[in-house]
């Protein structure tokens, strides 16, 4: 029995440990954009510290677990975000693009972005229909500079993802809204989330930063472990 313990055990250990190493190398490579001191992509692009989370095997893992831990932080988003059919949505750091696809169905236009082509390739699988008829799109790219024009969206999220709030604002039309899930500040204030991966920004900064990109009037709401910002931009 010991030893049958003892095999397993060592088994799992090694598989895990072999996972990791893997993912780590894959981080290496080239899958997508370069890393940049003092950029987003320092932490958590592949190659970056946390990189691994969302790159290779590792990161193919989350992309499967994610959307089912996320479920009520999706219906929150969706509730602050009042979607309408005439949405055109852009989702910062989509990962798996289960926000997009649980709920945003109904919407003119979904584009969902992220710097992992692990993470695009399970929202592909996710958004297959939608891709089929041209009103869903996927980006490979950084909420550091968001590769669309000024005011091209009526609404933007961001889930756990990290944003640059002065490219959420400048992408969005005027009258458009930006809704932002992150962890609890006040429960995890250490773990590495938000703009420049290295704290979570507390409920004032969260204020702050909002206000100095633009937007108006900012609602922060908090619900089981997580923090929720809802903002608008002001019509012109
Ligand atoms: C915790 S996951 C959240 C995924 C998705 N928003 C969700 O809630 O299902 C964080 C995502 O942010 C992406 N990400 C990492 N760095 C990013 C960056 N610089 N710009 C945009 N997204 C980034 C990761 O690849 C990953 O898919």
């Known amino acids: 029995m010991r030893r049958t ?6 088994t799992l250990a090694a598989v895990g440990a072999a996972a990791l190493a893997y993912s780590r190398l894959r981080a290496r490579g080239s899958e997508t954009l370069t890393p940049e001191e003092g950029s987003l992509f320092t932490v958590y692009a592949p190659g970056g510290s946390y ?31 009042d979607l309408q059919p005439d949405d055109e949505l852009l989702d910062i750091g989509c990962g798996p693009g289960a926000f997009l ?22 929202a592909e699988r996710r958004l297959a229909d939608r891709l089929k008829t041209g009103t869903a799109r ?13 005011g091209e969206f009526s609404a933007v999220t961001a889930i756990f993802a990290p944003v640059d709030l002065t490219e959420a604002f400048r992408v969005l039309r005027p009258g458009g809204r930006c809704v932002l899930a992150d962890n609890d500040p006040r429960k995890s204030p250490s773990e590495p989330a938000s703009r420049w991966g290295r704290r979570r920004w507390t ?12 937007f108006t009037d900012p609602t922060v709401r908090y619900k089981g472990n997580y923090l929720f910002g809802g903002v608008r931009k002001p019509s012109e």
Do not use: C, Q
């Open 5 to 10: 313990t003892f095999i397993t055990g060592g």
């Open 51 to 81: 990189g691994f989370l969302a790159n290779g095997p590792v990161g193919w893992v989350i992309a499967k677990l994610m959307p089912m831990v996320e479920a009520g932080v999706y219906d929150t988003v969706a509730e602050m975000l």
């Open 101 to 122: 696809a649980a709920k945003a169905g109904d919407t003119l236009r979904v584009v969902g972005l992220d710097p992992s082509r692990t993470m695009l390739r399970a």
């Open 138 to 150: 996927l980006v490979t790219g950084s909420a550091a500079e968001l590769p669309f024009d000024d």
């Open 203 to 214: 409920e004032d900064e969260h204020r702050r930063l909002l206000e100095d990109a633009g």
